[in-house]
């Protein structure tokens, strides 16, 4: 009798952590986190929310956000049954975020039913969806001194605009040193200083410690030059 008291108190005590352990649901904000900003930031208290059904909306959203100044600390992005977006928000307080933009399609439909002995009848959509959720801050955390967000030509561009280097501006921060100089999306930056732009990596050879920077721009068929004053960090 001892011996069979001490192997249930064991067996107990084994199996009660563990299953506390999997009874936690996952949290797949967390689980499929992925940190684009190389660094760490204090934790934030208020957190805004923005959900959309559709990743063009979603899209449109993260573009508006980023032209007020906004940057992405990182993303989420899984395939799923769908998600409370409240689930996101302590997450984002612990990375510092104080936004999450998140969106979701429908990736496969598979309906479902279970019949219990008592032949109960549960049912179930059985829906999946494609998950995206974005963390921002509203910092300078990826130091644009100029603020503007470059973009590679596609080879119809290439053709449209007629050059094969350039780098196309996809959006300018409100404010910022490329704003007040009148950049506007669409412009096509042939060359910074010395240098030609051909890929969004050319545009680290450029030294932004100078006290200015001068833009070769092709805007509207003409070639023209803006000097930019970068921002100092």
Not at 53 to 77: H, V, W
Not at 97 to 113: D, H, I, Q, T
Not at 218 to 225: A, F, K, N, Q, T
Request: hydrophobic share 35%; glycine share 6%; proline share 5%.
């Amino acid at each position: 009798m001892r011996f069979y008291l001490i192997t249930i108190c064991f067996f107990l005590a084994s199996c009660s952590p563990t299953t506390t352990k999997f009874s936690q649901p996952i949290n797949p904000f967390v689980k499929f986190y992925e940190q684009s900003y190389d660094g760490i930031l204090p934790m934030t208290n208020e957190v805004s929310l923005y959900i959309a059904e559709n990743y063009e909306l979603n899209d449109d959203f993260i573009d508006q956000l980023l032209t007020q100044g906004y940057q992405a600390i990182g993303c989420s992005s899984w395939i799923g049954p769908k998600q409370e977006i409240g689930n996101a928000k302590p997450h984002a307080k612990e990375i510092g975020a104080s936004y999450v933009v998140y969106g979701y399609e429908l990736e496969s439909s598979n309906p479902r039913s279970y019949t219990n002995q008592y032949g109960q009848t549960t049912y179930s959509e059985g829906n999946r969806y494609n998950h995206q959720a974005c963390f921002l801050i509203k910092e300078n955390i990826n130091k644009l001194v100029w603020g503007i967000y470059f973009g590679p030509l596609s080879a119809e561009e290439k053709g449209l605009y007629q050059t094969n280097r350039g780098l196309m501006i996809e959006r300018v921060v409100n404010n910022s040193p490329a704003f007040n100089a009148n950049f506007i999306p669409g412009d096509i930056v042939l060359a910074i200083d010395e240098y030609q732009m051909i890929v969004v990596e050319d545009t680290l050879k450029v030294n932004k410690k100078k006290p200015t920077n001068i833009f070769k721009v092709l805007r509207r068929g003409s070639v023209i030059e803006i000097t930019l004053k970068p921002t100092v960090f």
